[in-house]
């Protein structure tokens, strides 16, 4: 599956942002999938993740209550809402997926779980 993230910018403290990926190539709702980022220096780590379905959704401790993750399987995309942006917050975000045949409700938290990458979309939240 090929994934192109979008709608990074740069954004003031407290400000709120709409993240999109955009998924073609494999059928779309055979896809877990997940964001994560990966501040300067840092680790990626895990932001949100959702089933095929979209009937289960998984947060990092750290966003929860600022983050919400959905999903639409006709128009093929995932979108990560984002509110409250903090400084900390400033990061690339990458979008992933899993595609293989398997139930409704499962979702990853892990890197290694996902096989498919896009390029990632900057996030700068100026304090």
């Known amino acids: 599956v090929q994934l192109q993230a979008s709608g990074g910018g740069l954004v003031q403290a407290g400000a709120s942002l709409r993240l999109s990926c955009a998924a073609s190539g494999r059928t779309f709702s055979n896809c877990v999938m997940g964001w994560f980022r990966q501040a300067p220096e840092k680790e990626r780590e895990f932001v949100a993740g959702?089933?095929?379905?979209?009937?289960?959704?998984r947060y990092a401790d750290s966003l929860k209550g600022r983050v919400t993750i959905s999903r639409d399987n006709v128009k093929n995309t995932v979108v990560l809402q984002m509110d409250s942006l903090k400084s900390e917050d400033t990061a690339v975000y990458y979008c992933a997926a899993k595609c293989a045949y398997g139930n409704s409700y499962s979702t990853y938290s892990t890197a290694t779980d996902f096989d498919s990458w896009g390029q990632g979309t900057l996030v700068t939240v100026s304090s």
């Open positions: 959702i089933s095929r379905s979209g009937s289960n959704r």
